[in-house]
């Protein structure tokens, strides 16, 4: 191996590294926070908070060596997309630290645990949320295309589940004040987007991996006239 070769193989493992020591921050936050609303953990919840800035910091510095190293080595093919998929990995990781954050906010102003009708509910979401994150968070690690394209199965799976518990929230809209109803729907919008951007980094792996991307997405749109023979027949 060259000199050129062995510094190129250094700078991708301190990339790993740092990715990795981000990715687990990130995760140990997100179990923290799910803790600490499950047990009204105030506590708990203000460790999580301030715990963040840290990982934002992380952050920064991850995406500083990404740069560097783009314009040290000027890589191509697969080390192009490793190094920019990890770039937007990084992203997400950072804003799943934010999600953890708002959840412990609205820990904080919920004030005690979940009532006995919501605990287990809460419990599954936050338990899957996490299972899902972790399970995208190995794949890309590993360079797992076929466990990746599992994850965003599963993270589908999850995201149709989690619909039945916000139908479960409206109809105990009377059991609960509305400050607190409203303090779990962030709650269940943030565990929520724990899982879509888990499926990013899914797919980030597999576009690292194979360089495939994610397909375009599609509509389907229902044009309406009064009569139908104008714009509906057109379209």
Same mark, same amino acid.
């Given at each position: 191996?060259?000199?050129?070769?062995?510094?190129?193989?250094?700078?991708?493992?301190?990339?790993?590294? !740092?990715?990795?020591?981000?990715?687990?921050?990130?995760?140990?936050?997100?179990?923290?926070?799910?803790?600490?609303?499950?047990?009204?953990?105030?506590?708990?919840?203000?460790?999580?908070?301030?715990?963040?800035?840290?990982?934002?910091?992380?952050?920064?510095?991850?995406?500083?060596?990404?740069?560097?190293?783009?314009?040290?080595?000027?890589?191509?093919?697969? @080390?192009?997309?490793?190094?920019?998929?990890?770039?937007?990995?990084?992203? !997400?990781?950072?804003?799943?630290?934010?999600?953890?954050?708002?959840?412990?906010?609205?820990?904080?102003?919920?004030? @005690?645990?979940?009532?006995?009708?919501?605990?287990?509910?809460?419990?599954?979401?936050?338990?899957?949320?996490?299972?899902?994150?972790?399970?995208?968070?190995?794949?890309?690690?590993?360079?797992?295309?076929?466990?990746? $394209?599992?994850?965003?199965?599963?993270?589908? $799976?999850?995201?149709?589940?989690?619909?039945?518990?916000?139908?479960?929230?409206?109809?105990?809209?009377?059991?609960?004040?509305?400050? !607190?109803?409203?303090?779990?729907?962030?709650?269940?919008?943030?565990?929520?987007?724990?899982?879509?951007?888990?499926?990013?980094?899914?797919?980030?792996?597999?576009?690292?991996?194979?360089?495939?991307?994610?397909?375009?997405?599609?509509?389907?749109?229902?044009?309406?006239?009064?009569?139908?023979?104008?714009?509906?027949?057109?379209?």
């Amino acid at each position: 191996m060259s000199q050129y070769e062995a510094r190129l193989e250094k700078d991708l493992a301190h990339i790993s590294e !740092e990715l990795a020591a981000l990715a687990a921050a990130v995760q140990t936050g997100l179990a923290d926070a799910g803790r600490a609303l499950l047990a009204g953990d105030a506590a708990l919840a203000y460790a999580v908070i301030l715990g963040d800035h840290p990982v934002n910091r992380a952050s920064r510095e991850l995406d500083r060596i990404c740069h560097s190293f783009f314009a040290v080595h000027l890589p191509g093919a697969g @080390h192009l997309r490793f190094v920019s998929a990890v770039m937007r990995v990084n992203l !997400e990781l950072e804003r799943i630290g934010d999600y953890a954050v708002n959840i412990c906010r609205e820990t904080v102003q919920i004030g @005690h645990p979940p009532a006995d009708a919501f605990q287990a509910r809460m419990q599954r979401m936050a338990d899957e949320a996490y299972e899902v994150l972790d399970q995208a968070v190995a794949a890309f690690a590993q360079g797992d295309a076929d466990g990746a $394209q599992r994850g965003i199965v599963r993270a589908n $799976q999850v995201t149709r589940g989690f619909g039945t518990v916000f139908d479960d929230l409206a109809e105990a809209e009377g059991n609960l004040r509305v400050q !607190e109803l409203f303090n779990y729907l962030v709650v269940f919008n943030s565990l929520d987007r724990v899982v879509d951007q888990a499926k990013n980094i899914c797919e980030e792996a597999v576009f690292a991996v194979t360089g495939q991307t994610k397909p375009p997405k599609s509509y389907r749109i229902l044009f309406l006239d009064g009569d139908n023979s104008v714009l509906g027949p057109m379209a």
